[in-house]
């Protein structure tokens, strides 16, 4: 009795065993996912302190704090940057809306760790008698942006009267 060895499938090629990869060195198939953590698909929170309704400077610090949460099927990426707007409002503006102008992009100092607050400023130079309108969004390293924060200011500055002027003796 001899059996034929060609009604078996013919053997897969054997890579020598020292030229094979380990599975470690292969790269993951496409379909894959990674297991290790979820995706980041919360977006930041982001609070922007109340600023006063007449300055009486034309500098304004602008100031904000941003967290990037963690649920419980998403890991935080931690922030990326701040966006900042301002908005000139006028008695028109009602009918109107003026548009927004950015005014930077800014980036923590330091990368923010996952789920580390962050808390950051800005000074703005505006001019009297004119009312201001500013929001702030952030972004974290995963793209997901926050809804904008918006605060508004009047700049009125003192006014200085002279009501007499003397020159000569008396």
């Known amino acids: 009795d001899t059996e034929s060895t060609e009604t078996q499938p013919p053997a897969p090629e054997q890579e020598d065993e020292s030229d094979a990869e380990s599975p470690e060195d292969q790269p993951p198939a496409e379909d ?57 409002v006028t008695a028109s503006s009602t009918s109107s809306t003026p548009a927004w102008t950015q005014l930077e992009e800014i980036s923590p100092e330091t990368p923010a760790e996952a789920g580390a607050s962050v808390s950051l400023e800005y000074t703005f ?7 201001y309108k500013f929001k702030v969004k952030a972004t974290d390293n995963a793209g997901n942006s926050s809804e ?23």
């Open 125 to 131: 130079t505006g001019e009297n008698k004119k009312t």
């Open 148 to 170: 904008s924060a918006s605060s508004e200011v009047k700049i009125l500055l003192p006014h200085v009267v002279i009501s007499e002027i003397q020159i000569g003796q008396d």
């Open 32 to 88: 894959e996912s990674e297991t290790e953590s979820p995706a980041d698909t919360l977006p930041p929170i982001l609070t922007l302190a109340d600023l006063p309704s007449i300055s009486k400077s034309t500098e304004i610090q602008i100031r904000w704090e941003a967290a990037d949460p963690e649920g419980a099927s998403s890991t935080s990426s931690g922030i990326s940057f701040f966006d900042i707007f301002y908005q000139l």
